[in-house]
């Protein structure tokens, strides 16, 4: 916990504050260690959790703090970034390059449990969190009103309990969608 405060010099590694500050460790990790854990605020801390809302003004700290050379905290500001709705975190989210090795730290959030099947494309590809996707046929958006074009992008998607299911925007409106209608980008 020690190195951890020398490390973040006294403030949010997150948006900087330097009050009320605790160590975390990023999941999948459980243990609070330099290289898994960082420090944050009790304002980011409320916020990390998956089911959390964000205060998108109080991310704009995320601009400087995802340039970090720290992985815990490179992959705790992908994942923000990838739950933001704003122009802004998408651009930055865009311009983020994460090692191999990090990227899969960022995507493995440890909700998986073992023997929990994969989510599964079209043509049978795994899709991952934060995958982008093509719709393969078009669609007709119930309650909407509009149809999803064969062609379509989908990016950043979320995946359900459902493994036949992912969470996506589709012309700025978040619907679910079903995986045999999918490829991977």
């Known amino acids: 916990m020690q190195q951890l405060m020398e490390r973040a010099s006294g403030a949010c590694e997150l948006c900087g504050a330097a009050k009320n500050l605790t ?17 944050v605020c009790a304002t980011c801390e409320g916020q990390l959790s998956t089911g959390a809302e964000l205060d998108a003004d109080h991310w704009k700290a995320l ?17 923000l970034l990838g739950r933001l709705d704003a122009p802004w975190a998408t651009s930055l989210l865009e311009q983020l390059y994460l090692p191999e090795e990090v990227l899969a730290w960022a995507q493995d959030t440890g909700t998986g449990q073992a023997g929990e099947a994969p989510t599964l494309d079209s043509n049978g590809a795994v899709l991952s969190e934060g995958d982008s996707v093509t719709l393969i046929k078009d669609l007709n958006v119930k309650g909407a009103g ?4 064969r062609g379509t992008m989908v990016r950043r998607i979320r995946l359900t309990d459902d493994p036949a299911l992912i969470e996506g925007k589709v012309n700025g409106t978040q619907i679910v969608l ?3 209608f999918l490829k991977r980008a």
């Not at 990023?26 to 420090?39: F, I, K, Q, R, Y």
């Not at 720290?70 to 705790?76: E, H, I, L, R, Y």
């Open 63 to 79: 601009q400087d703090s995802a340039w970090s050379q720290v992985p815990a905290v490179v992959v705790t500001c992908w994942r």
């Open 146 to 149: 509009f149809t999803a074009k």
């Open 23 to 39: 160590a975390v460790a990023v999941a999948p990790h459980t243990d609070l260690t330099l290289e898994t854990g960082l420090v």
């Open 178 to 180: 079903k995986t045999c």
